[in-house]
């Protein structure tokens, strides 16, 4: 058993490898310098590997996808034409302000804070990492509601309690995006990932159905180890390193509910019950306003699929109603200031996202990351390791790490990388339930060190509320930890279910049924 001195000089190697990645990342230039380096580097490699001929055949389709240049005169005209789409289409920035416009009244009014109060008191803090990582983790029935509030709400948390900000934002940055897959309930990617595999396998097994519950059993544990292992990484390492908070940002005290605060709750939470209320009725009762006749499921409905008009909605009215009862508002100009002042803080945010949007429409127009995908599966199945199928699911996700690095869809990659690994899988005598299960893995963990995952630049924008220095390298150090924890807990997981012959989902075994 090592002793004490040798664990805690371990550590300090650790943290100084993660000292010299963060002084490395922050050499970089800001981060929408960055972004419009890289989108010129994708149209010189354009050019270069396009003279050179270089093309792949999608493994779905069969059709041959070349590289293609930006550098002639189409491509120029193209990227002069979509500079406006490009940015204005950019999917996290809509969907964020939109939020944020609400959310604002929310937070100039009081609610958050006042909230927050009530969950710090009431939560021991003991827990505050479980349950900020754990949150995270549902966060994903709600799409991409996790990284625009509950992130920041993680942060503000942390922050509330006496604790470092960005520990906070780390925990639940980690949730949402390093525990992507894990989950105890399904959603919208489950039926999405179920109908890409089951498309790769009916290539082996005609006929076959791989429903959107396959992984269910596997993920639902999964999201108990990712809770566990994130609070511990948080607690050991991540807050151990920042040390105690001597930032600027104004901190809500901790302190009794005043009479008009509890009113303003009362007052929210009525109006929370009362928006919900309806909300229910429209889409689960037959012929509800919010039920799409050609699906009528759930995950399906206009709530769904319109939720971020929902966050809008609920932030506004719970605001208001908030505002009333606790008097922190008096008339309509006070509250157009909420939003006004939640907006202003968003300047930096959306200049990095205008250059990182023309960089990822230009890696999407070149075939780059498709390309690199599908060379990187060839590699893999060149290896050989046929005879040892668990070397194999295990290359396989950490090849989708990696893969996760240049391409941040989950479907898109699943639509390469299915046509490949699942019928290999098959053939071997492997279930493709099992296969998709380790695609998903490799596809959460590197999430939250990519500068290229759509939703890093907002992440960077909230840290820098706090710590006003903190650049990519910053980032990337604060939630390598959590990386390299949930890749090696996960893998050992996934090692141990193949081990144990345990279903990954009902009616979903190891083995190819006969």
């Not at 120029?76 to 490009?86: A, D």
């Amino acid at each position: 058993m090592p002793s004490a001195s040798a664990s805690s000089a371990k550590s300090s190697r650790f943290q100084s490898v993660l000292n010299v990645v963060e002084r490395l990342g922050n050499l970089l230039p800001n981060p929408a310098t960055l972004f419009a380096l890289l989108a010129a580097i994708v149209v010189g490699l354009s050019w270069v590997f396009s003279r050179m001929g270089v093309a792949v055949t999608h493994p779905a389709t069969g059709a041959s996808v070349p590289v293609i240049s930006l550098l002639n005169v189409e491509g120029l005209q193209r990227m002069l034409l979509n500079l406006v789409p490009n940015f204005v289409g950019f999917p996290p920035l809509g969907s964020v302000l939109a939020c944020l416009v609400g959310i604002a009244v929310a937070e100039r009014t009081g609610l958050i804070t006042t909230a927050l109060r009530m969950v710090v008191v009431a939560a021991p803090r003991r827990w505050l990492s479980t349950i900020l990582v754990f949150g995270g983790i549902l966060s994903h029935s709600g799409a991409d509601v996790g990284y625009v509030l509950y992130i920041p709400l993680g942060a503000a948390i942390f922050h509330v309690a006496g604790r470092h900000p960005l520990a906070g934002l780390a925990a639940a940055f980690a949730g949402v995006a390093g525990g992507f897959n894990a989950n105890i309930v399904l959603g919208t990617l489950d039926v999405l990932l179920g109908g890409i595999t089951q498309t790769a396998a009916a290539v082996v097994k005609p006929g076959i159905v791989v429903t959107p519950a396959a992984n269910w059993y596997f993920m639902a544990a999964s999201s108990v180890l990712i809770t566990f292992v994130g609070a511990w990484v948080t607690e050991k390492i991540i807050e151990p390193r920042l040390g105690p908070y001597i930032g600027d940002a104004p901190r809500g005290e901790i302190k009794p509910l005043s009479a008009d605060e509890k009113r303003g709750l009362r007052f929210a939470a009525i109006t929370v019950l009362a928006v919900t209320a309806v909300v229910l009725v429209g889409a689960l009762t037959r012929g509800g306003f919010l039920v799409d006749p050609k699906n009528p499921s759930f995950l399906a409905s206009y709530f769904i699929r319109g939720l971020i008009f929902f966050i809008f909605f609920y932030g506004l009215t719970a605001g208001i109603a908030y505002g009333i009862g606790a008097r922190t508002i008096r008339n309509d100009h006070d509250v157009v200031r909420g939003m006004e002042a939640s907006l202003s803080t968003m300047g930096s945010y959306i200049v990095m996202a205008f250059f990182a949007s023309q960089f990822l429409a230009y890696f999407t127009w070149t075939n780059l990351g498709t390309v690199m995908a599908v060379k990187g599966a060839g590699v893999l199945q060149g290896l050989n390791l046929q005879d040892s199928p668990i070397i194999l699911l295990v290359s396989l996700v950490f090849f989708t790490g990696c893969v996760d690095l240049v391409i941040g869809s989950a479907s898109a990659k699943w639509t390469l990388l299915a046509p490949i690994f699942v019928p290999m899988f098959m053939l071997l005598g492997y279930s493709p339930e099992i296969v998709q299960g380790a695609y998903r893995v490799g596809d959460s963990c590197t999430n939250i060190i990519s500068p290229l995952n759509p939703y890093f630049p907002l992440i960077l924008g909230f840290a820098v509320r706090y710590m006003p220095k903190t650049g990519i390298g910053s980032m990337i150090s604060l939630m390598l930890p959590y990386t390299i924890a949930f890749l090696a807990a996960w893998t050992l997981m996934l090692m141990g279910w193949i081990a144990l012959g345990l279903p990954v989902g009902p009616g979903a075994g190891l083995f190819l049924a006969k």
